[in-house]
C-alpha cells in the first residue's frame, strides 16, 4: 500500500501548492494555490495518485471512468489503465465541428460513471460535468477528488446526493508540510484563519430576497414584475398554450389573482384579434399580471424587428415581456424597444437541448451585458443581476411523450434558485384551473421562502 504522506511530500517538491498571495477565480484572495498538473509530468507519481484515488473508493460501483477536464484527464486515464475500466472523456466545449459531441468514448444509456477531480473548491465544475454526464443518460453516484480545499464544495455535492471521496484536504496537507519543516507556524495560521473565514458560508450563500433582487435590477419591468412578485406572494407565471382567444381570455380572469404573468404564444392562435389583445389588457390591469410573449426569436437583428413591430401580432404594442434565443449574436437584441423586458434562452427544458453548458455560458454572458435582458430561461442558477425563468415546472415530476421534462416547484427553488415558476398543462389542462393555480402559488411561495 503506497504511503499518503510520503506520495505528499514527493509532490510538493514538485511544486503543486504554492504560499503567498493569489486570486482565484471566483475573486477571492487565497494564501496559497494548488495546481496539480505538474503530477502529470511525473509517470511515477501519476501511477501511484492512480492507485490512492482507487483505493478511497471502498466498494467500487461504477462501469466508466471520467475526469472533470483538464486537471483531471490524466489521472483518470491512468485510473483506467490501472483498473482496466473504461475512460471516457468530458470536453470543457464542444469542437463546433464534427460530432460536436461534449462526451467522447464509448458508453451505453443507464452505466455508472465515476468522476475524477484535481481540487474542488465550490464544486462549480463539478455539477458542470455532472449536467453533462447525466444529460447523456449516464448516473453519477461517486465523486473522488485529490484535494479539498474545504470551502464547500463537497457538502453541497452531498447534501445533493453524490458521494464525494477525498484523498487530501487542504487541512491535512498543511498540517504534514508543518510536521516535516516545510511550513512556519505563522504560514499554518494565516492559512486556518482564511479558511475559517471562507467555508461552506461563501459557496452556500442565502438566496436574495425579492426586495433585494429589485435593488439590483434597473429596467422597469424587471422592478414591476418583482413588484407584483412581493404584493401577491406570487412566483407564478402560468403558460396558456390554448389556441382559441375566447379561453385564454377566460383564463385569465380566472386565475389572474394568482399569477405574477401569463405566458403566451401568440403565433398558435386561430382567431386572433386587436380586440381580443384590448380585452386581456384591460384584464392584466384589473388582475396585476403581465403579459410575457413566448415568441423565442431567432434570427438575424432586421428579421427579429420586423417580427417584433410589424406584422399581424404588433407584439411590440402590447407585450410586457419577450423571449429570445442569441443564438444570432448580441446585436440581434438592440433591435428590442427599452420599454419591454427581453428574456433570453439559456436553457430548454427538453430532453437532448442542444443548449449545453458552454452555449449557456456565452447566453449569460450577453445577457449580463446587455441593458435589455431582466433574465434568462434556464434549468440551473444564474448570477444575481439576472432573473431566473424556469419552465417544465410540474407537481407531477414525470415527463411526456415528446421530450419534455419536468420539475417540482420544490427541487427549482431548492437547487436552481429559481426566481420564477412557468407552469403550462399542470393548470390550464387541469379539470379545475383555479384551484391549481391557488396550489401551485402557495407551492411556490412555500419553495422560495424556504431557501432564503
Not at 482507487?54 to 490501472?82: D, F, K
Not at 512556519?184 to 450563500?205: H, M, Q, R, Y
Not at 398558435?268 to 426569436?297: C, G, H, P, W
Request: proline fraction near 3%; include cysteine.
Amino acid at each position: 500500500m503506497i504511503d499518503k504522506e510520503n506520495f505528499l511530500l514527493k509532490s510538493y517538491e514538485l511544486g503543486i501548492i504554492k504560499f503567498g498571495e493569489f486570486t482565484l477565480k471566483s475573486g477571492i484572495q487565497s494564501p496559497f494555490y494548488i495546481d496539480l498538473r505538474p503530477l502529470a509530468s511525473s509517470p511515477s507519481l501519476l501511477k501511484e495518485l492512480s492507485e490512492l484515488l482507487l483505493e478511497e473508493i471502498q466498494e467500487p460501483n461504477y462501469q466508466l471512468i471520467c475526469g472533470v477536464p483538464y486537471a483531471a484527464l490524466p489521472m483518470a486515464t491512468a485510473m483506467s489503465l490501472e483498473s482496466e475500466i473504461p475512460l471516457i472523456i468530458k470536453r470543457k466545449e464542444n469542437k463546433g465541428y464534427g460530432t460536436k459531441k461534449m462526451l467522447e468514448g464509448i458508453f451505453t444509456v443507464g452505466q455508472t460513471c465515476l468522476l475524477v477531480e484535481d481540487v474542488i473548491t465550490s464544486g462549480k465544475s463539478l455539477f458542470e460535468t455532472i449536467e453533462e454526464v447525466e444529460r447523456e443518460g449516464l448516473k453519477v453516484k461517486d465523486i473522488v477528488v485529490v484535494l479539498d480545499r474545504e470551502q464547500g464544495g463537497i457538502e453541497l455535492l452531498n447534501e445533493k446526493g453524490y458521494k464525494v471521496h477525498k484523498l487530501f484536504s487542504i487541512q491535512n496537507v498543511i498540517d504534514i508540510l508543518y510536521k516535516n519543516n516545510l511550513l512556519k507556524e505563522k504560514e499554518v495560521l494565516k492559512i486556518k484563519d482564511f479558511l475559517n473565514g471562507n467555508s461552506l458560508a461563501i459557496s452556500k450563500k442565502p438566496r436574495l430576497k425579492y426586495e433585494e433582487k429589485k435593488e439590483l435590477q434597473e429596467h422597469p419591468v424587471a422592478k414591476k414584475l418583482l413588484s407584483i412578485a412581493i404584493e401577491k406572494k406570487s412566483n407564478l407565471i402560468a403558460s396558456l398554450d390554448v389556441t382559441q382567444t375566447s379561453e385564454i381570455l377566460d383564463l385569465a380572469k380566472k386565475i389572474g389573482d394568482y399569477v405574477v404573468a401569463i405566458k403566451l404564444h401568440t403565433d398558435i392562435l386561430t382567431d386572433f384579434s386587436v380586440d381580443y389583445i384590448n380585452e386581456l389588457k384591460s384584464i392584466a390591469q384589473e388582475k396585476n399580471f403581465l403579459l410575457f410573449e413566448d415568441r423565442k426569436f431567432g434570427d438575424i437583428g432586421n428579421t427579429q424587428q420586423l417580427q417584433f413591430e410589424q406584422g399581424v401580432y404588433k407584439i411590440s404594442d402590447w407585450a410586457d415581456l419577450i423571449t429570445s434565443h442569441v443564438i444570432a449574436g448580441e446585436n440581434s437584441l438592440n433591435v428590442f424597444s427599452e420599454n419591454i423586458g427581453v428574456v433570453t434562452i439559456a436553457e430548454m427544458s427538453s430532453k437532448g437541448t442542444l443548449t449545453d453548458v458552454t452555449y449557456k455560458q456565452k447566453a449569460i454572458q450577453i445577457s449580463e451585458k446587455n441593458s435589455k435582458v431582466i433574465g434568462c430561461v434556464a434549468q440551473s442558477s444564474l448570477p444575481d443581476s439576472l432573473l431566473l425563468f424556469t419552465p417544465g415546472v410540474n407537481l407531477d415530476s414525470k415527463g411526456d411523450s415528446k421530450g419534455q421534462q419536468f420539475n417540482t416547484p420544490e427541487k427549482v427553488f431548492r437547487e436552481y434558485y429559481t426566481d420564477f415558476i412557468i407552469v403550462g398543462r399542470g393548470i390550464y389542462k387541469s379539470a379545475n384551473p383555479v384551484e391549481e393555480a391557488q396550489k401551485y402559488r402557495e407551492e411556490g411561495w412555500r419553495s422560495y421562502e424556504a431557501t432564503l
